[in-house]
């Protein structure tokens, strides 16, 4: 891994899928260097210019290979829900699901010497796991040893239930051997992220109809305080003090603090660990899509961490 034994400002990454910049944001902190961004949704980019002073090219499918920069990191949160338990689970038979041949035609060209690919655990399991053994298969055709493993992000210290699998893959054997996914857990505290009820805007609380529904569905079920209550499919309420994953298709009362009202802005971004100097240039709604699709930022950095060692080894 000779290319990446130098100072942390040239290693040089690339953040493909880039959302609103979840994976990037660790790869900031440890100093690398982003040359390349790819997001195709106007909003998103929106977001991730004020907040990283760039703004991201467009559509992947639309950009040759040899017009990205060389880089020794690729990162990817290629699209999920081709895969996702909330979608129709198409996988490759979904445009969405080949996103990953997209991944595929830009490391066979560049050949970076460590990826970082995220998706929904779903993904590890779908079509009987032959569509994951086919991913497996791509990348180790392209010469990369990989290791992979599903994560929650309440094991990193954020209230919210959400199971992601991380595929890490060298081009190095040995440096593929020397890392892992061992990390200790980290507490959450629901506390850290609700806001005052006063720094809501009065459009989150809840109507009186659906209190009413969920004071009738809680009946006999311990209420406690700060708790998220989530409604799931079937019209059942949990009162937790976590919340359940971030979804952008949801109901918009799937999710409610303290039963009364919806997470705000501010609150959906904590729920994901962005920092709370992290920008909101967009409204609501696109905030609401926007946090469902992106990651768990404590996650990445722990696994960011990880790499960062193998480099600096």
Known sequence: MEALKKVMSDIRFIDLFAGIGGIRIPFDELGYTCVFSSEWDVAACDTYEANFGERPNGDITQIKEQDIPQHD???????????????????????????????????????????????????????????????????????????????????????????????????????????NFNFDKIPYNLSEIIEPDEAADKSLFASDHILQKRIERTKGKT?????????????????????????????????????YRRPTSRELLRFQGFPDSYKIVVSHQEIRRQTGNSVAVPMIRAVAGKINEIINK
């Open 223 to 259: 209420i406690f305080y700060p708790s998220i209550w989530h409604e799931n499919k079937s019209g059942n309420i949990s009162i937790l003090d976590y919340a359940c994953a971030l979804r952008t298709g949801a109901s918009y009362n799937y999710l409610l603090v303290n039963g």
């Open 73 to 179: 990191l690729l990162l990817a949160g290629f699209p999920c829900q081709a895969f996702s338990i909330m979608g129709k689970m198409q996988g490759f038979a979904d445009t969405r699901g080949t996103m990953f041949f997209e991944i595929e035609r830009i490391l066979s060209y560049h050949k970076p010497s460590v990826i970082l690919l995220e998706n929904v655990k779903q993904l590890t399991s779908h079509d009987g796991g032959r569509t994951f053994s086919v991913i497996l298969e791509k990348l180790y055709e392209l010469g990369y040893y990989v290791k992979w493993k599903v994560l929650n992000a309440m094991d990193f210290g954020l209230p919210q239930k959400r199971e992601r699998v991380i595929i890490v893959g060298f081009l190095n054997q040995e440096d593929a051997k020397a890392f």
